[in-house]
T-cell receptor
Framework: DGGITQSPKYLFRKEGQNVTLSCEQN?????MYWYRQDPGQGLRLIYY???????QKGDIAEGYSVSREKKESFPLTVTSAQKNPTAFYLCASSIDSNSYNEQFFGPGTRLTVL | RKEVEQDPGPFNVPEGATVAFNCTYSNSASQSFFWYRQDCRKEPKLLMS???SGNEDGRFTAQLNRASQYISLLIRDSKLSDSATYLCVVPHQAGTALIFGKGTTLSVSS
């Protein structure tokens, strides 16, 4: 089945630790995105990548880092510099970054920093 | 005007009711719009795309008013299973990403 997978579904970390969230897609999509969602809030764009080996900051990139070494993978690292990391993290992909294209989402990772 | 703004609701309606949500956007150059549905603690899923004046899919109708810069979503004959949060989505100014509204929550009761 084609789709986007994120792992793990739930993640607990101690304050001050870096953590990496996985996102893999087998849809052969060029563009991939990371969003953060807080309770009662909309999705906010953290980083996006239009093509392999390239990525851009979104609206709330501070405290996060990404890499795009392979087309199918776009991992997100939440660093200790992120002040409020507890949130629901969603990865998405689209055929390309043209705004006409639908984005497909993975099931998300709920990160709780204790 | 905010990039995208929605009435958060909640909208509480009985089964069979017709309900409409509005969404306003600021980027007058936007050409494509989307409505996504998000169930509690799940990922958003595309409900409808809107590229011209509107789109209809069964009980769901999306309309676009470019002059007033708003999009609406009409749900007819509401079902219990329609209970969810509906996200209005517009292109980012740079045209390479999407901006998601905070969502409108619908609760359909029997």
């Amino acid at each position: 089945d084609g789709g986007i997978t994120q792992s793990p579904k739930y993640l607990f970390r101690k304050e001050g630790q870096n953590v990496t969230l996985s996102c893999e897609q087998n849809l052969n999509h060029d563009a991939m995105y990371w969003y953060r969602q807080d309770p009662g809030q909309g999705l906010r764009l953290i980083y996006y990548s239009q093509i392999v080996n390239d990525f851009q900051k979104g609206d709330i990139a501070e405290g996060y880092s990404v890499s795009r070494e392979k087309k199918e993978s776009f991992p997100l690292t939440v660093t200790s510099a992120q002040k409020n990391p507890t949130a629901f993290y969603l990865c998405a992909s689209s055929i390309d970054s043209n705004s006409y294209n639908e984005q497909f989402f993975g099931p998300g990772t709920r990160l709780t920093v204790l | 005007r905010k990039e995208v703004e929605q009435d958060p609701g909640p909208f509480n309606v009985p089964e069979g009711a017709t309900v409409a949500f509005n969404c306003t956007y600021s980027n007058s150059a936007s050409q494509s719009f989307f409505w996504y549905r998000q169930d509690c603690r799940k990922e958003p899923k595309l409900l409808m795309s809107v590229y011209s004046s509107g789109n209809e899919d069964g009980r769901f109708t999306a309309q676009l008013n470019r002059a007033s810069q708003y999009i609406s979503l009409l749900i007819r004959d509401s079902k219990l299973s329609d209970s969810a949060t509906y996200l209005c989505v517009v292109p980012h100014q740079a045209g390479t990403a999407l901006i998601f509204g905070k969502g409108t929550t619908l609760s359909v009761s029997s």
